[in-house]
């Protein structure tokens, strides 16, 4: 009874250490992109039926704004990235919405994003290498001309504000 005790313990010891490993390999695989990096690939088919493709628009500023429609923070800077990508997309900046909501949730990510000129997609349909739903919304990535991740918004109290966006933009021209 006793080494069976014992053999129980190990076994479950050894269950706990492979949880723990599996996990910490899926945290890593699931880090947000980092400033300097190159960005994930991603591929997604936008809300009107367009295919996005990253790694297509490489040599145009691209930002990715993972967000969602019960997030109030969210919907608070939408207007912002809205007349930010109006203002700019000439420029060759381009601005796509990533709703982290579910796929029955669609209509209410269509009506949300019928205000606003920028494309959108849901993110559970994207096929993408390493970018998950990220842990805190919103979550914006600035991707620069050549492909690598410039800036990274989200994560933090302060909301994103034009003249961060301003800023990051500028600097990665």
Not at 83 to 101: E, I, K, P
Not at 125 to 149: C, E, F, H, I, S
Request: overall charge positive; glycine content about 6%; charged content about 20%.
């Amino acid at each position: 009874m006793t080494s069976d005790l014992g053999v129980l313990r190990r076994v479950r010891l050894g269950a706990v250490a492979v949880a723990i490993a599996l996990a910490a390999a899926c945290s890593a695989a699931a880090a947000p992109p980092k400033v300097g990096a190159p960005a994930p690939a991603m591929v997604v088919r936008t809300l009107d039926g367009q295919t996005l493709d990253l790694a297509a628009l490489r040599g145009k500023l691209v930002a990715v704004n993972v967000w969602a429609t019960w997030c109030a923070p969210c919907r608070a800077e939408m207007p912002m990235l809205d007349t930010f990508y109006r203002q700019h997309r000439d420029a060759g900046f381009v601005l796509v919405g990533l709703s982290a909501d579910r796929s029955r949730d669609i209509g209410d990510v269509r009506r949300v994003m019928s205000a606003f000129a920028y494309p959108a997609a849901l993110l559970s349909q994207a096929k993408v290498d390493a970018l998950t739903a990220p842990n805190v919304l919103p979550m914006t990535y600035l991707v620069g001309r050549d492909g690598n991740v410039r800036a990274v918004f989200g994560g933090t109290a302060k909301p994103l504000t034009q003249a961060d966006l301003e800023a990051a933009v500028s600097a990665a021209m």
